[in-house]
């Protein structure tokens, strides 16, 4: 892997390869001090051009506890407002030599462009409503840990997939994984055609007892200029998951931040089956495994790279 | 009412002997081996190969292995002039089109400012008279400014010598303006050219809707949005006795469109682009902006539909729909990018290459296409025949080359087709009467 920008772009074997890897740095998450020196004197560029608190932070922990250095960019108040390019921006950064450049964007393929335009290897940290790989790596992660397999697992995605990348790369890394993935939601929140990306449609919660995790999407209210929903009252008693539709032998996942009473009832947030948290605390060893795999991993068979990181990286433990 | 103007630069006629060429004129009913004697800019004798002698102050054009085809005309450009002189002119745009075997081009108002009055008009024509390469018409808009709320003075810019009416870029929103537009018609002639898309089906997409928009992410323009106004505004054409044409054709469902329309006798014609004949969907899963236009590449299905009526008739011509754009405003994110592709220089080669060469489309059929824009914008059509104007486009149809290898003669590169190897070359274009383009590779041997 040189970059991470799509899911569609790993194997099965890749994902697993990476899952491992955050399960060996977990155990280093576990201890007194919590860095591993992968990254020393390497630098690592994030920059976000879109608000984010979990992602933007858990990328900059990962790469501090990687040893790397961190430089962290935020849209407002840098050259950007002042009508710099996004090519400028990329090449001046470059001068950089970073080790990596992990961006947000609110447009899709930004982290492609990225690619193109800087010699570095780039994690996509959300491209537009196209996708968050991280997230999906991320989600997968948090239900292996509590499932003992994930394929011909019944995932259900609900809610507004239209806008929301968290879903496109969440389809397409359940079902990589051998899950069979449905989507929920009102018709003017499902992309036409989006059972290409390999998912069945419903368009009714009524069958939703089928679903060994349900996974809800955050009502997206800062993108609903149009009249996607008549109301949020109507959305909410078609699609909200309560205590009535989430069943005791089901998990819940959600990528937050939830909107408390639209798409999730606070009954099911702190129930048993809510892997919420789990999912949040995943973020950190998920995005050092991205980061390593991308920056470590190919030097594998380089002796002198094992050598130095045999004792500090546990190997990952077959599957 | 006055004819449509065109306009060039001064030239000199040129008297000459093309010798030896394959002459195909599917209008004519010409398609075979001849010689082309050319004097003071008309065509004086077609004649069975090594029939015809130079006369001494002609030049011989060898052109043994090429075909001679009409010179090909290409009703929708953009020359973004005034306002975007940065991204072409009149000189390199007209070159351009020279250089695809154009020999006619007309040019979109949607220009800053637009060419919604009689002086804006007047001043591009001089322009045109002093840097044109090839006869260059304006169109101007339908609507000042193209706010779609208010008709342009359409009696006196058709005096004033507009090809043709149109606000492309932008659809006429309402009917009830689009009504009046196809009454004054009446007054003033002239086609009007409609950009077909409702702005509510469009809303923010940026790319066809489907498939490949659901895995990208990006808000898609469904093909509903094209069809279902051309449908309006064929039911308002025909309700007014007036004539309309359908630009850039993306969709199978607006083929049919055309089709029912043109079935009931509504006076409709309809152009298509060479990028929606050889592009779909599949190919923007890149995001290059290079396949970013409006309206957007749709699926094969859609393609097929698109060829099959080009071959037809349903789709009466091929337009370029050139819009070129500076580098910096395509290098950009997919959703910023501005929309729209060059075409002129790989027009004739991309569906030489595409649908020619596998079977797809007879050439008589495509080369009658090439210029059949002119008659729908009531020019007179070029033609292999003695007495007419020399339009003449000598292609190499086994010539190989690279799209964009030397450059373009555009000011703009953001061609769909960059970097792709095409079969088939244009050598030389002879418009009206005078050599537009020699390629330089392509000798000429004075007597």
Redesign the interface.
Same mark, same amino acid.
């Given at each position: 892997m040189r970059h991470l920008i799509s899911i569609d772009d790993l194997s099965r074997a890749d994902i697993e390869r990476v899952l491992d890897r955050a399960e060996s740095f977990a155990e280093v998450s576990g201890r007194e001090i919590k860095k591993v020196p992968t990254l020393r004197g390497r630098t690592v560029i994030n920059l976000f051009y879109e608000a984010s608190t979990r992602t933007s932070s858990s990328f900059e922990l990962a790469a501090k506890r990687l040893s790397a250095d961190v430089l962290s960019f935020k849209a407002q108040g840098s050259s950007v407002d002042k009508g710099e390019s996004l090519k400028d921006t990329i090449q001046t950064l470059s001068a950089y030599d970073p080790a990596a450049i992990v961006i947000r964007s609110p447009h899709a393929g930004a982290a492609q462009l990225v690619a193109r335009w800087s010699g570095a290897p780039v994690v996509n940290a959300g491209d537009g409503k196209r996708e968050h790989p991280t997230q999906a790596l991320l989600d997968l992660y948090t239900l292996r840990r509590r499932v003992p397999s994930l394929a011909g697992l019944k995932v259900w995605i609900v809610g507004d997939v239209l806008h929301s990348r968290v879903a496109r790369s969440n389809i397409l890394a359940f079902s990589r994984m051998g899950c069979e993935v449905t989507v929920c939601g009102p018709p003017t929140l499902i992309p036409r055609e989006v059972e290409a990306l390999g998912c069945s449609v419903r368009y009714t919660l009524d069958e939703v007892g089928e679903a060994d995790v349900i996974y809800a999407l955050r009502m997206q209210l800062e993108r609903m200029h149009g009249s996607f929903v008549p109301s949020l009252r109507e959305y909410a008693t078609r699609f909200q998951i309560d205590a009535r539709r989430l069943s005791p032998s089901q998990l819940l996942m959600h990528p937050g931040p939830v909107n408390r009473g639209v798409e999730l009832d606070a009954s099911v947030i702190d129930s048993p089956q809510a892997l919420i948290v789990e999912q949040v605390e995943s973020g950190v060893v998920v995005r050092m495994a991205v980061l390593y795999e991308l920056l470590a991993g190919g030097r594998a068979d380089d002796p002198a790279a094992v050598r130095e990181e045999v004792p500090v990286v546990v190997e990952p433990q077959p599957a | 009412m006055s004819e449509p103007s065109l306009d060039r630069r001064a030239v000199a006629p040129a008297d000459a002997l093309v010798r030896g060429a394959w002459l195909l004129d599917p209008r004519s009913g010409i398609d075979g081996g001849g010689d082309v004697l050319l004097t003071a800019g008309r065509i004086a004798e077609i004649g069975p190969p090594g029939s015809l002698e130079p006369p001494d102050s002609a030049e011989v054009i060898e052109a043994d292995g090429l075909h001679a085809f009409p010179a090909f005309v290409d009703p929708h450009v953009h020359l973004r002039v005034p306002g975007r002189e940065d991204e072409e002119g009149i000189d390199s745009g007209s070159r351009a089109a020279a250089a695809g075997g154009f020999c006619a081009i007309l040019a979109m108002p949607n220009t800053d400012p637009v060419v919604d009055s009689a002086p804006v008009l007047a001043s591009l024509r001089e322009r045109a008279r002093e840097e044109a390469h090839v006869p260059t018409g304006f169109l101007a808009a339908i609507t000042r400014s193209q706010a779609g709320t208010q008709l342009t003075e359409m009696a006196e810019l058709a005096d004033a010598g507009a090809a043709g009416f149109s606000d492309d870029g932008l659809p006429v929103e309402r009917a009830g303006v689009l009504r009046q537009a196809l009454q004054y018609q009446r007054l003033c002639g002239r086609v009007l050219a409609l950009h077909e898309e409702d702005a509510t089906l469009s #809303?923010s997409g940026v790319m066809h @809707? %489907? #498939? =490949?928009? !659901? +895995? +990208? %992410? +990006? !808000?898609?323009i469904?093909s509903v949005s094209e069809s279902t106004m051309i449908a309006r505004d064929a039911a308002l054409a025909g309700y007014e006795g007036g004539r309309v044409h359908v630009q850039h054709l993306s969709a199978s469902e607006s083929v049919a469109a055309v089709e029912q329309a043109k079935a009931a006798g509504i006076e409709i014609t309809a152009e298509v682009t060479p990028h929606h004949l050889t592009l779909t969907d599949d190919d923007v899963r890149s +995001?290059d902006t290079g396949f970013k236009m409006n309206p957007p590449l749709r699926t094969e299905e859609d393609r097929q539909a698109l060829i099959d009526a080009l071959a037809s008739g349903a789709i009466d011509c091929v337009a370029t729909d050139h819009a070129p754009h500076s580098r @910096?405003e395509k /290098?950009?994110?997919? /959703? =910023?990018a501005p929309m729209g592709v060059t075409g002129l220089e790989t027009a004739f080669a991309v569906l030489h290459t595409e649908l020619v060469l596998p079977g797809r489309l007879a050439l008589a059929v495509l080369v009658e296409r090439m210029s059949a824009g002119a008659a729908i914008f009531g020019l007179p059509a070029p033609a292999l025949r003695r007495g007419a104007p020399a339009n003449l486009a000598l292609v190499d149809l086994e010539a190989k080359w690279q799209v964009g290898e030397a450059g373009y003669e555009s000011r703009s590169a953001n061609c769909s087709f960059a970097g792709r190897d095409l079969t088939g070359r244009v050598r030389m274009t002879i418009a009206a009467g005078a050599v537009a383009y020699r390629e330089r590779s392509f000798a000429i041997e004075a007597v």
């Open positions: - | #809303a @809707e %489907g #498939a =490949v928009s !659901a +895995l +990208l %992410g +990006l !808000a898609g469904p +995001l @910096e /290098e950009q994110p997919f /959703e =910023v």
